[in-house]
């Protein structure tokens, strides 16, 4: 994204804001407009079109840097072929956008930070037993095509007053591709755990290069709570409900993530379409009729969701794409007796 472009995005922010629900103690400014999830979905949609047809021209203005005629031909075919595939992204991204506003509603996603009703990190008063976030645990997650290290480290951040602790996640992929991501979790005292946000990068090698170690080449998703006008939200519920639905992350155009309550009585064999793709020997270990389970998506990704299984004092233990077949589970823990016996994937 070109700097103007990225100005233009960040103005549109100070004027429209995307929704949030349950639990994020959401607040219309005065005067705003009642339907303001559907004009940030619209001004977003504007915003898109706009990207869309300035990475054009700087496509276009490449290929004409190519001397090769032929190739220079199949530049600028390749520059309209992916302007269409652009444009119609848009377009899914303002239709999801609208579908989300009749999840969340249409209120402005204002939520305001009360510095003492979080808990200090190392002296949790209510922990979500769902989400735990003890310093020192750690998770092992694996997919037929990557590995996920989670690790709640030893180490605080403060951001708009609340200090958050950080959980240090690194996915290294069967392709030499990685991702090395902070993440800042901040606990109130009433249960709810919040998302402050996280810096992350994504990392790769290249044929050629000597040496040939991994190098930066994104960090696509970052967000900070206050800078650019990003805010947090909810990262898990302290009493969640089936219909429950909120915003994890409000970093528009950058990382906007939404969450929907599926079950919070799930156990293997009573699911019905929750069981699609769940390994039955590894519910059958975590669930006993209340494991949670969430559908998560992103409205930068339209038409792509996964499902996450959550057991009682372990968190997240599975995660399924329906769309691809992905499966990633947990395999290993070192906090928790049940994963001393955790099937392989």
């Known amino acids: 994204m070109n700097r103007t472009t990225t100005r233009w995005i960040l103005a549109l922010t100070a004027v429209v804001s995307l929704v949030a629900e349950a639990g994020a103690t959401p607040r219309a400014s005065r005067g705003s407009s009642p339907h303001v999830c559907s004009a940030t979905a619209a001004a977003l949609y504007a915003a898109c079109k706009a990207q869309?047809?300035?990475?054009?021209?700087l496509a276009k203005a490449k290929c004409s840097n190519v001397t090769d005629a032929r190739d220079r031909r199949q530049c600028l075919n390749d520059v309209e072929t992916e302007k269409a595939d652009a444009k119609h992204t848009c377009r899914e991204m303002r239709d999801g956008r609208r579908a989300a506003c009749r999840v969340v509603g249409q209120n402005a996603y204002d939520p305001t930070v009360d510095q003492t009703l979080f808990d200090d990190p190392h002296a949790l008063v209510h922990a979500n037993p769902y989400f735990p976030l003890a310093v020192g645990n750690h998770w092992e997650y694996r997919s037929p095509g990557e590995t996920d290290t989670v690790d709640i480290v030893d180490e605080t951040k403060l951001i708009n007053g609340v200090r958050c602790v950080v959980a240090r996640d690194v996915v290294e992929k069967t392709t030499g591709e990685s991702e090395?991501?902070?993440?800042?979790?901040?606990?109130?005292?009433?249960?709810?755990?919040?998302?402050?946000?996280?810096?992350?990068?994504?990392?790769?090698?290249?044929?050629?290069?000597?040496p040939r170690l991994p190098e930066v080449v994104s960090i696509d998703g970052s967000f900070k709570w206050g800078r650019n006008r990003d805010k947090g939200g909810i990262i898990f519920l302290a009493s969640p409900k089936v219909g429950d639905a909120y915003l994890e992350e409000f970093s528009l155009a950058n990382a906007e993530d939404v969450?929907?309550?599926?079950?919070?009585?799930y156990s293997y064999g009573a699911g019905g379409d929750l069981d699609q793709l769940v390994p039955a020997p590894l519910a059958q270990i975590m669930c006993a009729g209340d494991c949670v389970v969430t559908k998560n998506y992103s409205?930068?990704?339209?038409?792509?969701?996964?499902?996450?299984?959550?057991?009682?004092?372990?968190?997240?233990?599975?995660?399924?794409?329906?769309?691809?077949?992905?499966?990633?589970?947990?395999?290993?823990?070192?906090?928790?007796?049940?994963?001393?016996?955790?099937p392989p994937p």
């Open 299 to 342: 409205l930068l990704e339209p038409g792509a969701f996964a499902r996450k299984y959550y057991a009682k004092g372990i968190g997240v233990f599975l995660e399924v794409e329906v769309q691809t077949g992905e499966v990633v589970q947990l395999v290993g823990c070192n906090f928790d007796a049940r994963c001393a016996a955790l």
């Open 52 to 57: 869309t047809l300035g990475d054009a021209f």
């Open 180 to 210: 090395h991501t902070n993440d800042w979790y901040a606990q109130a005292k009433d249960g709810n755990t919040w998302y402050f946000g996280e810096e992350t990068a994504d990392l790769a090698t290249f044929a050629g290069d000597v």
């Open 259 to 265: 969450t929907e309550v599926l079950s919070t009585t």
